[in-house]
């Protein structure tokens, strides 16, 4: 499995929370320097805590499943 289906993977757990509060991600790219792009849709694109989101939800799951993972940004 690439580090990129490993991180669509993860993802996936992620993503029923977004969709709950009306949002979503979407995978954009994983360099090979573990630096995840993602974007942020939906309400959580406009949504001033979605840094925090980034940072503390999908971030910290996504280092907690991937090691190779080393941070996530927003594109």
Same mark, same amino acid.
């Given at each position: 499995?690439?580090?990129?289906?490993?991180?669509?993977?993860?993802?996936?757990?992620?993503?029923?929370?977004?969709?709950? @509060?009306?949002? @979503?991600?979407?995978? !954009? @790219?994983?360099?090979? @320097?573990?630096?995840?792009?993602?974007?942020?849709?939906?309400?959580?694109?406009?949504?001033?805590?979605?840094?925090?989101?980034?940072?503390?939800? !999908?971030?910290? !799951?996504?280092?907690?499943? !991937?090691?190779?993972?080393?941070?996530?940004?927003?594109?």
């Amino acid at each position: 499995m690439t580090l990129k289906e490993k991180v669509e993977n993860a993802l996936e757990k992620v993503r029923p929370s977004l969709q709950a @509060d009306g949002g @979503d991600v979407k995978l !954009i @790219d994983v360099g090979d @320097d573990g630096v995840v792009k993602v974007s942020l849709q939906g309400a959580c694109a406009g949504c001033p805590m979605s840094q925090m989101t980034l940072k503390m939800g !999908i971030e910290k !799951i996504l280092k907690q499943n !991937i090691p190779e993972v080393t941070s996530v940004e927003s594109v």
